[in-house]
């Protein structure tokens, strides 16, 4: 297949091979939950590549919303090719999960509601990692990705209890599509000093500013 020319012993022409679905290095920008992960329907907890268009989910405002459309990756191990674990019981889930590192994460807490004036924020999954015994890992074997779309921005549970972000359908999908009229949306550094905060128990206004 890689052969020289056989006539002229010309060095072989490079060839570039593209399989529909795969992905040998992904958009770590992009959202997205492993094949795996658990979402509440209305017919109980299913693993998310088992959804189809239509299905209701569970989302945050405690109301079950269609599944607008179902985008699925394939992803292919290479050294720059990175997932989040969330071990079980962190983000109050019932067993572990993966997630891309662009992928958003709701955090509530008292430390956002004194920082941001709001119940909680949107963090990218790759900020979690060192906290709450979450952690960052090369990816070791192929590895299906789906992201989640609705009609509107939603937040679904997964595992129970994480909080995770889905565009709506026909947007990006990433932080500059987040409307911040709906969710405060941290870039990494920023998420990062809120975890710290959140790590080291702080829950006022005073308290924060001698931790700073």
């Not at 394939?74 to 019932?94: F, N, S």
Request: charged letters at 20%; hydrophobic letters at 50%.
């Amino acid at each position: 297949m890689f052969m020289q020319n056989a006539t002229t012993f010309r060095a072989a022409e490079k060839i570039a091979l593209s399989l529909t679905g795969l992905s040998l290095v992904p958009d770590f920008a992009a959202p997205g939950l492993l094949a795996g992960s658990l979402v509440e329907t209305e017919s109980g907890w299913r693993p998310v590549e088992s959804l189809t268009r239509g299905m209701r989910v569970a989302t945050w405002d405690g109301g079950f919303s269609p599944v607008a459309r179902l985008e699925r990756q394939h992803l292919w191990p290479a050294p720059e090719v990175e997932v989040i674990d969330v071990p079980g019981g962190a983000l109050d889930t019932c067993t572990e999960f993966s997630l891309l590192p662009g992928q958003h994460v709701f955090i509530a807490s008292a430390v956002a509601e004194e920082v941001l004036g709001t119940g909680g924020a949107l963090l990218p999954a790759a900020a979690l990692a060192g906290h709450f015994g979450i952690t960052r890992r090369r990816l070791c074997r192929p590895a299906e990705v789906l992201t989640l779309r609705f009609a509107t921005e939603e937040i679904v549970y997964v595992n129970s209890g994480a909080l995770i972000h889905c565009a709506a359908d026909g947007a990006a999908g990433r932080p500059a599509s987040l409307r911040p009229d709906d969710f405060e949306v941290l870039d990494e550094d920023r998420a990062q000093a809120m975890l710290a905060l959140i790590a080291a128990g702080v829950l006022t206004t005073a308290g924060i500013g001698r931790a700073a």
